[in-house]
């Protein structure tokens, strides 16, 4: 069963949740190399063009999903206990439309003494492909959103995607396209997606009565 999106309620206020999901899992990182400064998500949109969706089964809830989450025991929540109106949907999701994320870092050259020259900059993200197994559960007072981890030999969520690199302020660009730089920032922004939003990883909404 194919049914239509209506992806304009993705607005600013989610596009910042999601940018901030992003910021936090970058600022969290002990591995960026030593020749970059802090990378930050200054901007994403999610555009125009809706992902096609077939739900594919109605199961019940995974049990995970009962149980307390940190806010939750930080807030002396107790667990989610089941309902008969609970459901859960399995939904294959394509897509392949015109999102766009544009990342903030600097360039440290370490020549001489420690970040002796520091250059800006900006990597634009676009071409967003990807195709996944989402999960929606339904649970009283909110819903719960994954994707499931993807089969052999896909390695990740995230298909493809194009980088326009540019290094320098804007009007004396220094260099472009650097393959190091570029390599790195796939790699992590391919692994924020994948341990952020695939299971057991998830999102939990709360839905108004």
């Given at each position: 069963m194919s049914f239509i999106i209506n992806w304009e309620?993705?607005?600013?206020?989610?596009?910042?949740?999601?940018?901030?999901?992003?910021?936090?899992?970058?600022?969290?990182?002990?591995?960026?190399?030593?020749?970059?400064?802090?990378?930050?998500?200054?901007?994403?949109?999610?555009?125009?063009?809706a992902p096609n969706l077939e739900i594919v089964?109605?199961?019940e809830p995974f049990p995970e999903f009962?149980?307390?989450?940190?806010?939750?025991?930080?807030?002396?929540?107790?667990?989610?206990?089941?309902?008969e109106d609970d459901m859960q949907l399995l939904a294959k999701v394509e897509y392949c439309g015109d999102m766009s994320i544009i990342l903030k870092t600097q360039l440290q050259l370490?020549?001489?003494?420690?970040?002796?020259?520091?250059?800006?900059?900006?990597?634009?993200?676009?071409?967003?492909?990807?195709?996944?197994l989402a999960v929606v559960a339904y649970l009283r007072d909110r819903v719960n959103f994954c994707f499931l981890e993807p089969l052999p030999p896909r390695a990740s969520l995230l298909d493809s995607f194009v980088i326009r690199t540019e290094i320098g302020d804007a009007d004396h660009h220094v260099l472009k396209n650097v393959e190091k730089l570029e390599r790195f920032i796939t790699e992590q922004l391919r692994r924020s997606i994948d341990e952020d939003f695939v299971f057991p990883s998830y999102h939990s909404f709360e839905v108004a009565d």
């Open positions: 309620k993705l607005d600013k206020k989610v596009a910042l949740s999601v940018q901030a999901q992003i910021n936090q899992f970058f600022a969290s990182l002990d591995d960026r190399p030593s020749f970059l400064g802090d990378i930050s998500v200054e901007s994403l949109d999610f555009g125009s063009v089964d109605l199961t009962y149980m307390a989450t940190e806010e939750d025991e930080c807030e002396l929540q107790p667990p989610l206990s089941a309902s370490n020549y001489l003494a420690q970040q002796f020259v520091s250059l800006p900059v900006s990597l634009h993200i676009t071409k967003v492909e990807f195709s996944a």
